[in-house]
């Protein structure tokens, strides 16, 4: 057939058949793979809590994880399509109205564990027994270790809403922590700890506790409300170890797993004022069309201390009249004034007092205010807090401020809104024993040396805007 063929032409056709060749048998092939797969439909294996808990405990997998493992496909699937992941269901779930304009979604607050930086956390560990959709309410978010966690009934006295709180439990502080959280859960006066307070732990990687317990199993333990061994014992292993409170990490695992749109990032000794839930979200739908949409803004609380076994004002009318006594001072007025200077703060004590709740003024973070460290209602576009600083370093909320001024923000200086400080006025001499200069020194070149032109990279410059 190939007589009357030249030789080029007789190349070039075989070549052509050999490419043809290699068509046919790549396309048997992948026809071969398509029929030979194995079906895929049913789902994978379902993942069992107790291989996690192995890191920190030494247990045998409980008889519903070993029967769920050997279960038939057939429950495997209808398991499946019954179960929806945290994304499924914030997907599926309806928005739920802030105001006319402002939206959002509920999120899940179930048990979860991971690592963040040098630290292991367990988020919602024990969880509130109430929950709420994000429209409804505002998030106290606060931290601590165990022994400060006699401030949450006061606390929640005047807040009554929901709190979420961080603690700091390394080495055998987690007993005495759980100890501490399910005393004050179920021994106290009331239920506002049980209803409204959810606990996350956190430690170090390197001061592991002995053995973690599984979160499930904490609320079937009844204490007997004797109070704890450990709350009368005032030696904790942070102390004994010689470990410094991570301050800014307990902020932001108490902001981060907050499900209300608004929140409150406040220190756990600091009580807010009665009724500032409701008024505070009445304010919102009432006003929303006079604050600019594009224009970044947070809420700021007055903060106040008072003279030491006092009760508490409910008011702002009952606070100005033992300011005249001098039993309520401004936050800090003998320790750091220049870091709780408010602006407008005379204005603030001589406004007249209105029912409800409204802006009283509006201001910035720049001079001669360069060096406040507000305490504010906000949401999650917030910056979150440098974890790299330590509470015993102090000036730990400066970088965050300056990034607050740098994003061009607005301070929101609400009229009826404040915070007071547990009973007890603070000095310099009474605070001296808590200051490590070392640590100072040593936070104070961190901020200057590498978070300082860390943050201008980050932000840009603002005319006015100063961390120092």
């Keep these: 057939m190939f ?196 606990f996350h732990i956190y430690f170090d990687l390197s001061h ?26 005032s030696i904790t292993y942070k102390k004994r170890m010689g470990l410094v409170y991570p301050v800014n990490v307990a902020r932001n695992i108490a902001r981060v797993t907050a499900s209300s749109h608004f929140i409150f990032p406040s220190d756990i000794e600091l009580y807010p004022s009665p ?41 702002k009318a009952e606070l100005i009249i033992l300011m005249e006594s001098n039993t309520v001072i401004p936050f800090h007025k003998h320790v750091c004034p220049q870091c709780h200077k408010i602006p407008h703060s005379k204005e603030w004590l001589e406004a007249k007092v209105k029912p409800g709740m409204n802006v009283l003024h509006v201001g910035k973070r720049i001079k001669p205010f360069q060096h406040w460290e507000p305490i504010y209602i906000g949401t999650h576009q917030e910056p979150l807090y440098d974890e790299r600083l330590s509470w015993e370093g102090r000036s730990d909320k400066m970088a965050q401020g300056f990034k607050l001024c740098l994003s061009n923000y607005q301070f929101h200086i609400l009229d009826n809104a404040f915070l007071i400080h547990r009973p007890g006025i603070k000095t310099k001499k009474t605070l001296h024993s808590a200051i490590d200069k070392k640590k100072i020194e040593a936070q104070n070149v961190l901020l200057k040396k590498t978070i300082f032109p860390e943050i201008k990279k980050l932000y840009g410059a603002r005319k006015g805007c100063e961390m120092f």
């Design 3 to 198: 007589a009357n063929v030249s030789p080029a032409r007789q190349k070039l056709l075989i070549r052509l058949s050999l490419v043809l060749n290699l068509f046919l048998l790549l396309y048997l092939s992948l026809s071969a793979g398509w029929n030979i797969t194995t079906d895929t439909s049913a789902p994978s294996l379902p993942y069992s809590r107790d291989i996690l808990n192995q890191y920190f405990e030494k247990s045998t997998p409980t008889q519903e994880s070993l029967s769920e493992i050997k279960a038939p496909t057939s429950n495997l699937q209808s398991l499946a399509s019954s179960s929806k992941s945290p994304s499924q269901s914030l997907e599926a779930s309806p928005p739920f109205s802030i105001s006319n304009s402002v939206q959002c979604f509920n999120k899940p607050t179930n048990f979860s564990q991971s690592m963040r930086g040098n630290y292991w956390v367990l988020y919602n560990y024990i969880r509130a027994g109430k929950q709420f959709n994000c429209n409804e309410t505002i998030t106290y978010t606060t931290h601590g270790d165990f022994t400060f966690l006699d401030n949450l009934e006061p606390l929640l006295d005047r807040w009554r809403g929901p709190i979420s709180v961080a603690v700091y439990a390394p080495g055998s502080d987690l007993e005495d922590s759980i100890d501490a959280i399910l005393y004050y859960r179920d021994c106290t006066n009331s239920s506002l700890v049980r209803d409204l307070a959810t």
């Design 208 to 233: 592991i506790p002995a053995q973690v317990p599984r979160q499930d199993s904490l609320l079937h333990k009844r204490p007997n409300c004797l109070l704890p061994e450990g709350l009368t014992n």
């Design 275 to 315: 009724h500032l839930i409701p008024e505070f979200l009445a304010m919102i739908r009432r006003n929303e069309k006079k604050m600019p949409k594009n224009q970044p803004r947070v809420f700021v609380n007055s903060i106040f201390e008072i003279a030491a076994n006092h009760s508490l004002p409910s008011t």
